[in-house]
């Protein structure tokens, strides 16, 4: 199949898919589409594009299982753990200046990133203020997120992570074990609000201290980069902050006057005015 042709096929099928399903994947970045979308193909067991879509046209059942493929579902606790040592030694001690906090993890996936916020504010004396939104297009995901359980043999890179981020005591307070897994504790996930949102079609819905949107713009387009961004901005408070992963960057997009990086190291950025 020639290449023109193949990506003629995705473009036809992310937009059955956006008329069918209301998921927009249109601006998604075509490389990383077409790479997910093949490695679908196989694991759906279609022949091309084309049967892909009459199969998801067609198959409402079918669809939950392509979006497995087209949604980022890699992460865990703690992941880039001198990111979260930058957050607690840099960014907390001025997010401790609220009365209250709310922050809002973007593309949360199954929720490993959201709970390590709560334990690191759960440390700092911060959670019983703090409200955390945590979003993501991928209903399956957003349950397994809201369960918040996850498989034994993870907890092993886990706690590694927990400890280079500066972790001041034990993982172990902040989920309970049984023989195959470990479950959050209800601490934990009273203080985080999972939601459907999509930065491709939906708005901002409240005013926030910190937006943590992590190795999610890179699967984007540079017009959905922009979106993306422009929202961020319009969530953030005065001096808001926002967290963006480790090849990411406001830099070149339509909003980077918005935004001052800050010398942690990391991509931490600040709202300006």
Not at 91 to 114: D, F
Not at 237 to 253: A, D, K, N, Q
Request: net charge neutral.
């Amino acid at each position: 199949m020639r290449p023109e042709v193949t990506d003629l096929e995705i473009r036809l099928l992310l937009e059955a898919i956006y008329q069918r399903y209301h998921y927009d994947f249109r601006q998604y970045a075509i490389a990383s589409v077409r790479r997910r979308l093949l490695q679908a193909l196989s694991g759906l067991h279609c022949d091309s594009i084309s049967g892909l879509q009459e199969r998801i046209l067609h198959d409402p059942h079918m669809f939950p299982r392509l979006l497995a493929y087209l949604t980022i579902q890699v992460t865990d606790l703690f992941r880039d753990p001198e990111f979260f040592l930058a957050l607690r030694r840099q960014v907390v001690p001025i997010l401790a200046t609220y009365p209250s906090l709310k922050l809002w993890i973007a593309g949360c996936s199954t929720g490993e990133e959201a709970y390590s916020y709560a334990i690191l504010l759960a440390e700092e004396g911060l959670l019983d203020r703090t409200l955390i939104y945590a979003t993501d297009i991928n209903d399956d995901s957003l349950r397994r997120a809201q369960a918040g359980i996850y498989r034994l043999d993870r907890l092993q890179q886990f706690i590694l992570n927990y400890r280079a981020a500066g972790g001041q005591g034990s993982l172990g307070d902040f989920y309970h074990a049984d023989a195959d897994n470990a479950v959050m504790s209800q601490e934990l996930r009273r203080r985080i609000t999972f939601a459907d949102h999509s930065l491709a079609t939906d708005s901002i819905f409240s005013e926030v201290q910190l937006v943590s949107c992590r190795n999610v713009l890179i699967y984007f387009d540079r017009e959905l980069q922009d979106r993306a961004l422009g929202l961020f901005a319009e969530a953030l408070c005065p001096r808001g902050f926002l967290c963006l992963g480790t090849r990411e960057s406001v830099r070149f997009s339509a909003h980077a006057t918005r935004f001052q990086e800050m010398g942690t190291g990391q991509k931490i950025f600040r709202r300006i005015d």
